[in-house]
């Protein structure tokens, strides 16, 4: 996540895009004073660089390990951890410190992609919804609505029916159910703002709706959005292991965090680091992004922070 | 022929409890390089009249009738990407509050070249040079380093100036000011008004000033426009509404002006609240709140516009007695109120 954060909170260097010389002024944005407000919050600041440490070893990791994460060795079989296997390995013989890299791969890469995908529709749905209102509103948010109310878990296993499984067809089906709460989200904040005077001004300007949707409304309320997407990504995250953990998600030999621990679980009692070091960096992951998430709320939204 | 020309316009909003008639057949001129005060209480029908020009009117509210012919063209019947083009382009608008008028997301920098590169074939470049030149013009002080400030870096006054300078960014021939003072103190309320007068005379723009503030009014508009719950009651140049008010509600008005002269220790406010406009207006409008004494219960149509003398008419109101002066009405009537 923390790719996109800084994306979207360094985007105002190029939204000012004249040819500026060095001294003048550049203006304090509303981001930047976020930003400066994140600084000041110690756990968001430790979170985000736990989450970048776990990053970088998920997927630096793998390439500087002597082992492969396919490589089965029979003659040892499970042992603990050791010198040689840092994490131990597990029933195959298998090196467990590269699995739960790449394990950890996957799971943030179905993190942040479902979690993009949702951005992207939810953000552009909502802020369509919000603005246009009356009966169009109506119709496009009565379809979220019904959609919300379709149990995941047996859409999940109609659309890995029909199209088969594949890690794609994971992406976009949870981004797919993700988006609804972004598109609620972002319609309520274009609502609240279309009769503010600056979306009047831009009307009276001669600015046409896409315009005003995607450089005068999107902006202003991307601070929410931002946050809840941090706030999502662990819940994807969460989602996946529990696909993969019922089976419809990432298959053998591929694994996820979701797949190592519920391999982890079956052998809890005999091979316990196979459940302890997938799951401790799970939930690693699962802390630090939910703590991000609600610094970035404090930082974006000062008023909150006061409670 | 004149530049805007607003014929009966009438809008409508829709609501659940019934149809209320904010604007219900005004009719004004504008000339090229005038400016005319559109003036009224609030729920008079101003702010609507001027939003259905660039028709700015979102659901309930509907333009059901009348023109709007600028430049030889009715605004009404316009293609939307034509009025796209019209708005900003040609006719500009200022808003009243410019605390909130300018997007707090982008730099003035940003919103200004927007406007420029929308509306001509200028480049980023050429377009940012003008943006300055604009500021320059209304007085903030290194406008070339100020400009990539955010909003929220002006104060009010500058910010409004900001409005200004970005509305007439484009050259407009027709300026529509939403009572651009309103929010402001007045110190800078004079200062903004000078400016508007001041880059008017440079650019030949002409200017609708709506406000419910007579004083601004006499200062500015060559032309004034008094409407009443909808419509027009009053209309004429500035001398012959304030030296020769016609109508009650005018003279009311010109009455509540508070005035260095007269001593005393109570403002005269006009009596009353205007009436409901869901409901439709019986005879005249003003009836309920008339100082006048009532010769007749109000249920004829609406009294008719008359023209008075060359280019004053107002709504002949036959339902009051006119016979004695509005000083004398108002004297007895605020001894009754007293004793």
Redesign the interface.
């Known amino acids: 996540m923390s790719g996109s954060v800084e994306a979207v909170l360094g985007a105002d260097e190029d939204v000012g895009r004249e040819p500026a010389t060095p001294e003048i002024e550049r203006g304090a944005s509303l981001w930047r004073d976020a930003w400066h407000r994140l600084g000041k919050n110690k756990l968001a600041l430790i979170s985000l660089f736990v989450f970048i440490a776990i990053a970088l070893f998920c997927v630096v990791g793998p390439f500087l390990s002597p082992w492969d994460s396919q490589q089965q060795d029979l003659m040892i079989g499970a042992q603990g951890p050791s010198a040689t296997h840092w994490f131990g390995t597990d029933t195959l013989g298998r090196d467990l410190m590269v699995r739960v890299m790449e394990g950890g791969r996957i799971s943030l890469m179905v993190g942040l992609i479902a979690t993009l995908v949702a951005l992207l529709i939810g953000v552009l749905y909502g802020a369509t919804a919000g603005y246009l209102g009356g009966k169009t509103d109506a119709v496009m948010m009565r379809l979220v609505d019904i959609l919300y109310a379709l149990p995941f878990t047996i859409f999940v296993i109609l659309l890995m029916v029909a199209f088969g499984r594949s890690l794609w067809l994971m992406f976009v089906a949870i981004g797919f159910v993700e988006w609804l709460s972004m598109a609620r989200i972002v319609r309520s904040g274009v609502m609240a703002l279309r009769k503010q005077e600056f979306i009047e001004a831009a009307v009276s300007l001669g600015y046409s709706h896409r315009r005003i949707i995607l450089k005068h409304l999107i902006p202003n309320v991307l601070g929410p959005v931002i946050v809840v997407a941090t706030l999502t990504v662990p819940a994807v995250m969460l989602l996946e292991a529990f696909l993969s953990f019922l089976g419809l998600g990432v298959q053998p030999p591929n694994a996820s965090w979701g797949v190592l621990i519920n391999e982890g679980q079956q052998n809890m009692e005999i091979f316990p680091w196979l459940l302890i070091f997938p799951a401790f960096f799970f939930a690693l992951t699962l802390f630090s992004l939910n703590f991000l998430g609600d610094g970035l709320r404090d930082a974006l939204d000062p008023k909150s922070a006061r409670d | 022929m004149a530049l805007l020309h607003v014929q009966d316009l009438k809008t409508y909003f829709f609501m659940r409890g019934g149809v209320v008639r904010a604007v219900d057949g005004v009719s004004f001129e504008v000339e090229r390089g005038q400016t005319v005060g559109i003036v009224g209480e609030s729920g008079s029908g101003k702010s609507v009249s001027c939003y259905s020009i660039?028709r700015?009117i979102d659901?309930p509210g509907r333009i059901v009738g009348g023109s709007v012919m600028f430049d030889g063209e009715d605004l009404l019947q316009a293609t939307n990407s034509r009025?796209?083009?019209?708005?900003?382009?040609r006719i500009?608008?200022i808003?009243?509050?410019p605390m909130?008028?300018?997007?707090?997301?982008?730099?003035i920098?940003?919103q200004m070249?927007?406007?420029l590169r929308?509306?001509t074939d200028l480049d980023?470049?050429a377009a940012?040079h003008k943006a300055i030149a604009a500021l320059e013009e209304v007085g903030i002080a290194e406008a070339?380093?100020?400009i990539?400030?955010?909003p929220?870096?002006f104060s009010g006054g500058m910010r409004q100036r900001v409005?200004i300078a970005?509305a007439l960014l484009t050259e407009p021939d027709l300026l529509i000011a939403d009572e651009p003072t309103t929010a402001l103190d007045v110190t800078i309320q004079a200062q903004v008004l000078d400016l508007l007068k001041q880059r008017q005379e440079r650019l030949g723009t002409a200017i609708i000033l709506v406000t419910h503030d007579l004083g601004v009014v006499a200062g500015t508009c060559e032309r004034v426009n008094v409407m009443y719950a909808g419509r027009d009651v009053e209309s004429g140049t500035a001398d012959q509404i304030f030296y020769d008010p016609h109508h009650a509600y005018t003279q009311a008005l010109q009455k509540a002006i508070p005035s260095l002269q007269t001593k005393g220790d109570l403002l005269y406010t006009v009596p009353g609240m205007p009436p409901d406009l869901s409901k439709p207006v019986q005879g005249c409008a003003f009836y309920p709140r008339c100082p006048y004494p009532k010769l007749a219960p109000p249920d004829g149509p609406p009294p008719e516009l008359v023209v008075l003398t060359e280019g004053h008419c107002a709504q002949d109101c036959q339902y009051c007695d006119r016979s004695k002066p509005i000083e004398d009405v108002l004297t007895s009537d605020v001894t009754e109120a007293f004793e």
């Open positions: 660039l700015l659901e009025m796209r083009e019209i708005r900003g382009g500009s608008m808003f009243q509050d909130t008028s300018l997007n707090p997301f982008l730099r920098s940003t070249v927007e406007t929308l509306h980023q470049r940012l070339s380093k100020r990539h400030s955010y929220h870096e409005m970005s």
